[in-house]
């Protein structure tokens, strides 16, 4: 039997990002002694590479904006497959989250007058984004870490002990979600990746915030933190996965040099004025406007142009329509012969904006080029082409509560969780969905945990099993006679090929059924991924765990994008270019067969993955009067219309 250490708490966070901080925070406001669980240093997660800014109608550039637009532009970005409750929960505290921000330290540009500055993005009718410059990200986590060390510092004054109430433990990993023999929670089994030590945290609530899943792509922006660990650990608990075909290609990514390939290009520099041209000098996004955004966006340069200056008389450019057009635009045009020379296309802010201030407005964007690329942004273009950039499906959740379904105690929040953005999220909704739901998730983590009258035991062959699981890779060699141990970087590039190549942004039938069998064969083969060494720091083992992960999420994403045979979001089908209003009613749900992760689970034939579809609830009446019934009818199925 393994000795691993034990610590009883009432919440447990696994994740340090935005959406874990929020969600700790509150969790340690209502009462709950607090454990955050982390895999890079603390004040180190994804969040902090957020750049643009925090989508919240506060009206402050332009006071026609309300949570009713917000709500309206969310749920057409998303194509109408949103978890409607979520994206109106979303609209409707947004600007009281940023507000708390700012009451907790965080320090926003400024409009003239004085208030909080909101700059435009793709898919937002009004200047909505809270900024600063281009670094948000890095000062919405710093003030929620400034908030973590005030309450430690509030629990020393009362018990002598910082961490008595709230502790995070930085680079540690979580590879289970435990659960007593009731099917609830009791804890979760982490490992140290500095001393490879393990431990297991004993707690009747856990919270999911782990962020997405972009490192089973090959070209992406997201770090290297996101191999789907959340997701994987929901499936292995048994609660589903919802709608896991929709992915975000950001339609801006560094292309050149190679070894960048894929790092973000944020949307402000469109936002602020930039535009994308072929290799023609053609701005081309104005013959990219579908149908059903036309009435919304200029169909003249000089319209488009004069809306920065005139929003209220002009209608936007077509750079501004939601990434998934943009993304698939520039993708046509490449593939048209009409790309850049490194296989992007154009994007110049250098004849837009003068160069003082692009350096103020655009700081990152500007050292990013200049040093990465050799390339002044203030002189010349930039080479652009779609990088992996967000999931939307995530971990089904109840809207109100941020529960996963069908496992008491398991809680997901931020870009783990599903349903909030449906097929498409339009930037700086994510920042906000972090500190809405993180918030949300905290609450109601603390209150279940704190009402459990007896603590969740877990037992010794839980652990035992845990244990074994994570020290296979260690014993690879001696699995079989003769069979020579697979090296897990080897599997890792094979993986990311095979999504970026085969389940990439636009997708075909035969496609995915290959990657489906090359991801059969590389599940069988991760089963014999060894290392070497000894436990302390080996990234060669972490990778060899997070294969797991990074395996049975893309299995999800592939087994629904070939179920899902219509274009929408994220998903575009060549065999099945439009959107199908029958298919807005249909979500699509991934569960593990054998969430003990027997031998079922490991079938080369059948996947490990079971997916079923179910009905969405029907979109409230009063939201669904927000919008005009010419626009419905471009989105809902006949009979909802009916109704
Ligand atoms: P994260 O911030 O990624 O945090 C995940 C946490 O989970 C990390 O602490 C990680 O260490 C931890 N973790 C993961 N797995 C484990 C495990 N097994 N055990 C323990 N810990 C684990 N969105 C916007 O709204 N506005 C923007 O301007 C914007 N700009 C962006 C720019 C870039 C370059 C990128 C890549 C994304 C951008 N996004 C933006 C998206 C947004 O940043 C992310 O969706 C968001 O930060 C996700 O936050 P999160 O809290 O869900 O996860």
């Keep these: 039997m393994s ?28 009462g709950a002694r607090t454990a955050v669980i982390c895999k890079s240093l603390f004040g180190k997660a994804h969040t902090v590479m957020a750049e643009g800014g925090i989508a919240a109608s506060m009206g402050n550039v332009n006071s026609g904006d309300s949570w009713r637009v917000h709500f309206r532009d969310t749920m057409r970005g998303g194509k109408f497959l949103n978890q409607w409750r979520m994206a109106e929960l979303h609209a409707r505290e947004a600007p009281d989250r940023v507000w708390e921000l700012e009451t907790w330290g965080a320090l926003f540009d400024r409009t003239g007058d004085g208030r909080i500055s909101q700059r435009n993005f793709g898919g937002h009718e009004y200047p909505r984004l809270a900024h600063v410059g281009d670094r948000t990200g890095l000062e919405l986590i710093r003030t929620l ?100 075909e929709f992915v975000q290609f950001h339609p801006t990514g560094m292309v050149w040099p190679p ?18 041209r072929n290799s023609e000098g053609k701005r081309f996004m104005f013959d990219y406007v579908p149908d059903v955004f036309k009435e919304k966006y200029a169909q003249s340069e000089d319209e488009g142009d004069r809306w ?36 992007g296309v154009f994007l110049d802010v250098s004849t837009r904006m003068p160069a003082d201030v692009i350096r103020r407005r655009l700081p990152s964007m500007y050292h990013q080029f200049k040093e990465l690329a050799d390339v002044d942004i203030t002189a010349e273009a930039m080479e652009v082409g ?126 995915m059924e290959q990657a489906l069998r090359r991801l059969a064969d590389l599940r069988v083969r991760a ?10 720091f080996n990234p060669g083992w972490h990778l060899a765990l997070d294969l797991r992960n990074m395996l049975l999420v ?55 993955i079971t997916l079923t579809r179910e009905t969405t609830e029907p979109i409230r009446a009063d939201l669904l009067a927000l919008f005009e019934k010419e626009e419905l009818v471009k989105y809902l199925a006949e009979e909802e219309l009916f109704e």
């Design 3 to 30: 000795v691993v250490q034990r610590q009883q708490w009432d919440v447990v966070v696994v994740g340090a990002g935005g959406a874990g901080l929020r969600a700790a925070i509150e969790a340690r406001e209502q």
């Design 145 to 244: 870490q400034q908030k973590i060390v005030q309450l430690q510092q509030q629990d020393f004054k009362e018990t002598g002990d910082y961490e008595s109430g709230l502790k995070v433990f930085q680079e540690c990993t979580v590879t289970r979600v435990l659960k007593d023999e009731d099917g609830q929670v009791s804890g979760t089994f982490c490992y140290e990746r500095e001393s490879g030590r393990f431990f297991v945290i004993e707690a009747p609530s856990v919270v999911l915030a782990t962020g997405g899943i972009g490192k089973s792509f090959k070209v992406t922006s997201n770090s290297w933190e996101y191999t789907g660990d959340g997701h994987a650990l929901a499936l292995l608990a048994g609660a589903p996965l919802l709608n896991m």
């Design 259 to 276: 070894s960048v390939k894929g790092i973000l290009v944020t949307e402000s520099v469109r936002g602020d004025g930039g535009v994308l």
């Design 308 to 343: 920065y200056e005139d929003p209220d008389h002009n209608r936007r450019p077509p750079e501004l329509l939601p990434r998934d057009e943009v993304a698939r635009a520039i993708n046509s045009e490449v593939k048209a012969g009409r790309g850049s020379p490194h296989g």
């Design 386 to 511: 779609p990088t992996c950039h967000y999931v939307m499906g995530g971990i089904a959740v109840e809207s109100d509560t941020a529960a996963a379904r069908g496992v008491p105690g398991l809680y997901a929040a931020g870009e783990v969780a599903g349903g909030m953005h449906g097929s498409n999220r339009l930037g700086g909704n994510s920042l906000s969905d972090l500190l809405v739901f993180g918030r949300r998730a905290g609450l109601h983590a603390a209150t279940y945990a704190v009402s459990r009258t007896a603590r969740p035991t877990v037992a010794d062959e839980q652990i035992d099993t845990a244990a074994a699981e994570a020290l296979r890779p260690f014993s690879a060699e001696g699995q079989e006679e003769g069979v020579t141990p697979e090296n897990p970087y080897t599997l890792h590039q094979e993986l990311q090929q095979t999504m970026n190549d085969l389940v990439g942004i636009i997708r075909r039938e035969a496609e």
């Design 527 to 536: 089963r014999r991924a060894g290392v070497e060494g000894h436990r302390q």
């Design 554 to 608: 893309s299995e999800c994403v592939a087994r629904a994008a070939l179920e899902r045979t219509e274009s929408r979001g994220g998903h575009t089908r060549e065999d099945h270019p439009a959107m199908n209003r029958e298919w807005r009613r249909a979500n699509l749900l991934c569960q593990l067969r054998d969430p003990t992760g027997g031998l079922a689970a490991t079938d080369p034939v059948r996947g490990q």
